[in-house]
């Protein structure tokens, strides 16, 4: 079974410091992965999905790793500001025949003005 | 429309009601996803459906929940005598199709609290 791991649960930076956040996974048969952030109440936002065949994808001050051989994604936060603060979460999708996402469990940031 | 749309966008209900959620996905998406997400919990995986074929309605908690998606377009979560359990965010979301190149589309959710 996918298991999905995200490490730190919590993390607070200081406004303009660089930032990385990890997710692990135990299955590497996986389609892609995909980052998202969930504002407090709210629903989830797409941030950047990395093919099982990529190595990384950027969008503006994110970019986001993948080294499906060892389970592992990285996002990097460039130039923190405070309202990246959220819950980031990371999910991997199954080869064909899966029908779900793994959800990690999350890292929330804060950002301190 | 634009994105994944739900409605209510938050629910109140008496233990024992029965309460409906819906999702209307981006159009032409053929795979739609219902996920709920209990207070400081994780996603939780509900019910999967893609295209015409049959739902993979595995992660549904008990048999009071029921989901169906009318014309392969918008989805109806329902959820009979409802328990204070019960009680999440039921957030939907969308994929044109599955794939790698595929991401999901989230909905802002219906904030359920049952009384």
């Known amino acids: 079974k996918q298991e999905v791991t995200q490490i730190p649960a919590a993390l607070s930076v200081p406004e303009g410091e660089n930032l990385v956040l990890n997710c692990s996974f135990t299955?590497?048969?996986?389609?892609?992965l995909q980052w998202f952030r969930q504002d407090p109440g709210k629903g989830l936002t797409s941030l950047l999905l990395?093919?099982?065949?990529?190595r990384e994808q950027t969008s503006g001050r994110l970019n986001a790793s993948l080294d499906k051989s060892s389970g592992r994604s990285t996002l990097y936060i460039a130039a923190s500001q405070p309202g990246d603060s959220a819950t980031y979460l990371c999910?991997?999708?199954?080869?064909?025949?899966?029908?779900?996402?793994?959800f990690g469990t999350g890292t929330r940031l804060t950002v301190i003005p | 429309g634009a994105g994944v749309s739900q409605s209510p966008s938050n629910k109140v209900t008496e233990k024992g009601k029965d309460v409906e959620l819906r999702c209307d996905p981006i159009?032409?998406?053929?795979?739609l996803y219902w996920y709920r997400q209990s207070l400081g919990q994780g996603l939780e995986f509900l019910i999967y459906?893609?295209?015409?074929?049959?739902?993979?309605k595995s992660g549904l908690p008990s048999d009071r929940f029921s989901a169906e998606r009318t014309g392969g377009s918008v989805s109806t979560l329902t959820i009979q005598r409802t328990q204070q359990e019960d009680s999440a965010v039921y957030l939907c979301?969308?994929?044109?199709?599955?794939?790698?190149?595929?991401?999901?589309?989230f909905g802002s959710g219906t904030r359920l609290t049952v009384v």
């Open positions: 159009s032409g998406h053929t795979a």
């Open positions: 999910a991997v999708t199954r080869l064909p025949g899966a029908n779900n996402l793994f």
């Open positions: 459906f893609q295209g015409n074929s049959a739902p993979d």
């Open positions: 990395i093919q099982s065949s990529q």
């Open positions: 299955d590497s048969a996986i389609y892609n």
């Open positions: 979301a969308s994929s044109l199709r599955t794939g790698p190149t595929y991401g999901y589309t």
